[in-house]
T-cell receptor, first 113, second 113 residues
Framework: AQSVTQPDIHITVSEGASLELRCNYS??????LFWYVQSPGQGLQLLLK??????LVQGIKGFEAEFKRSQSSFNLRKPSVHWSDAAEYFC???????????FGTGTRLTIIP | DTEVTQTPKHLVMGMTNKKSLKCEQH?????MYWYKQKAKKPPELMFV???????INESVPSRFSPECPNSSLLNLHLHALQPEDSALYLC????????????FGSGTRLTVV
């Protein structure tokens, strides 16, 4: 069965610092990968997605992610975080022929001044 | 219109009540989803509709009854719920089944008393 691992439950970074959130998936087929962000009490907003092609994907709000098949990873990065980036971040995966989107357990991002 | 609209935003109901959650989208998406999210947990898939037909039921108890009256509207009828059903209920839509990425609504915060 497909699964997603986000090894970091909580990350704290200083405003202006760079950010990397980790995501690993498991399954044999080619994955379709997503990063979502959720502010408290809100729905999920799609930051970016990878289906095929260029393994470096640009998203909204200055985020990017890189698909590395050899490491089964899809890490999210931002060169300089803003206080408004504080939220919960979810990595998700699905596969061709499988409609089900499986979410990781999430990483809570805290920004300090 | 690029939104998924969910109503109500908050709902408090007793265990003997009958209530409904509503989800609407006007993006022409033909797949719609219900997710349940407990606090500090990732969303969990409940139901998937494709072209107004139920495609996936993730073994959800019968006290939750989905309905898709047309391609723009998705309802979730609630009856005889338990306090442990209190959660954020998220609706999402996508162009079709497959891997197009979901658009989520902001959710209905349900409290069962």
């Amino acid at each position: 069965a497909q699964s997603v691992t986000q090894p970091d439950i909580h990350i704290t970074v200083s405003e202006g610092a760079s950010l990397e959130l980790r995501c690993n998936y498991s399954y044999g087929a080619t994955p379709y990968l997503f990063w979502y962000v959720q502010s408290p009490g809100q729905g999920l907003q799609l930051l970016l997605k990878y289906f095929s092609g260029d393994t470096l994907v640009q998203g909204i709000k200055g985020f990017e992610a890189e698909f590395k098949r050899s490491q089964s990873s899809f890490n999210l990065r931002k060169p300089s975080v803003h206080w408004s980036d504080a939220a919960e971040y979810f990595c998700a995966v699905s596969f061709f022929g499988n409609e089900k989107l499986t979410f990781g357990t999430g990483t809570r991002l805290t920004i300090i001044p | 219109d690029t939104e998924v609209t969910q109503t109500p935003k908050h709902l408090v109901m007793g265990m003997t009540n009958k209530k409904s959650l509503k989800c609407e989208q006007h993006m022409g998406h033909r797949a719609m989803y219900w997710y349940k999210q407990k606090a500090k947990k990732p969303p969990e898939l409940m139901f998937v509709y494709s072209y107004e037909k139920l495609s996936i039921n993730e073994s959800v108890p019968s006290r939750f009854s989905p309905e898709c009256p047309n391609s723009s509207l998705l309802n979730l009828h609630l009856h005889a719920l338990q306090p442990e059903d209190s959660a954020l209920y998220l609706c999402a839509s996508s162009q079709a089944l497959g891997n197009y990425g979901y658009t989520f609504g902001s959710g209905t915060r349900l409290t069962v008393v």
